[in-house]
């Protein structure tokens, strides 16, 4: 049976997996993503941040799917002085395609619109197209484009030089 419900800190453990989970999916987008086991996230500060929902999807105990929203300032030259961000947005391969973030991105969104936020941000890679279309069913659009120059080192150039 799939039930959706706050995170606990029971779930640290499984969600520090979803963490590394969606970490490797990120690396083809973003090859500065360090090697190993970086983090992205302060799980205990997402679970007792009164500014954030932390939510899970799980079946026979196991974490399936999972976003927080949190609450954060906006800044000053915007019209809203705040706005919910969305992240840790994760669904298991086998559970893809059955509307899982959507129903969570719903949850959250409904959450953090009973505290009078009416403005959404979630950061995704341009070329993460099945990301993308998953957050325009929600209704997201494209908003700003962040764009990279990464410079390299002199060690990098000479050990391209030497291949």
Sequence with gaps: ?????????NDIAQLTTVEQKVIEAERPFNNAIQEGNPTYYDMEHLLMDKNTLLLV????SKIIASGYVQIRSSKPFLKHTHHGYLGLMFVATDYRGRGLNQLIMKK???????????????????HNLSAIK???????CSNMIEMKLSIPTANELENNDND
């Design 1 to 9: 049976m799939l039930t959706f419900r706050k995170a606990t800190a």
């Design 57 to 60: 999807a799980e079946e026979a």
């Design 108 to 126: 959250l969104i409904a959450w953090a619109k009973a505290r009078q936020i009416r403005d959404f941000y979630l950061d995704v890679y341009a």
């Design 134 to 140: 998953a957050y325009e069913k929600v209704g997201f």
